[in-house]
């Protein structure tokens, strides 16, 4: 299987601009994540969703949006970028939020000028 | 606020054991991780503790003490390929992963 795949691999995009980065998942996992990860800090959650139809806030969700329409697809929408939104973004997936692993996508690199 | 605190960077030799710390302040404790990350590629898993003891996996060993706040992740006979970024992470009350900057390992012939 697939397991989880993101688009694109990387990117880089004007500033004020609006991109939505792709991520899908085959495992039929009920909770999905997005995190980014910058240099020198640990990976942070920007939005989660523990089941189709819902999502949260992380750590850091101003200028991101989400949504889970379905089980598989979790899409991150950045409305205007900016360019301290410059970072690697990961998806992640877990059959539920109390699993015991969380599997990571490929990542997407996104420059912000 | 929560923390997790782990070494920066680390050095060791091709067939030495190293042992990697992570100490952390979370609001809760419902697990930790540890993720191995090759530089430019995703995190992977390699280690669940959730009570206090030793876990071990071939030549990785997890060690939990909640008392503490504290763990650590034995690598024994240590490869070139294992050299990488090791994340640790918290799983805290609200099911969300608190993760640590990494500690950069690299090892030399």
């Known amino acids: 299987t697939a397991g989880i795949t993101q688009a694109p691999t990387s990117q880089i995009l004007a500033a004020g601009r609006s991109m939505t980065l792709r991520c899908t998942q085959d495992?039929?996992?009920?909770?999905m994540y997005w995190y980014r990860q910058d240099l020198g800090l640990g990976l942070r959650l920007i939005h989660y969703s523990n089941t189709a139809g819902t999502t949260g806030k992380g750590e850091v969700p101003d200028g991101y949006s989400v949504s889970r329409a379905n089980t598989d697809d979790f899409p991150l929408t950045l409305a205007s970028a900016v360019p301290s939104q410059t970072s690697v973004y990961f998806c992640?997936?877990?059959?539920?939020?109390?699993?015991?692993?969380?599997?990571f996508g490929p990542g997407t690199r996104l420059t912000v000028l | 606020g929560q923390n997790i605190d782990q070494p920066t960077e680390m050095t060791a030799t091709e067939g030495a054991i190293v042992q990697i710390n992570c100490t952390y302040q979370?609001?809760?404790?419902?697990?930790l991780f540890w993720y191995q990350q090759h530089a430019g590629e995703a995190p992977t898993f390699l280690s669940y503790?959730?009570l206090d003891g030793l876990e071990e996996k071939g030549r990785f060993s997890s060690f939990l003490s909640r008392s503490k706040g504290y763990s650590y992740l034995l690598l024994k006979e240590l490869q070139m390929k294992d050299s990488a970024s090791y994340l640790c992470a918290v799983r805290d009350s609200n099911y969300q992963l608190i993760w640590g900057a990494g500690t950069k390992l690299i090892i030399k012939p």
């Open positions: 495992m039929r996992h009920n909770a």
């Open positions: 503790n959730v």
């Open positions: 979370t609001s809760g404790f419902n697990g």
């Open positions: 992640a997936s877990s059959d539920r939020p109390e699993a015991d692993t969380q599997y």
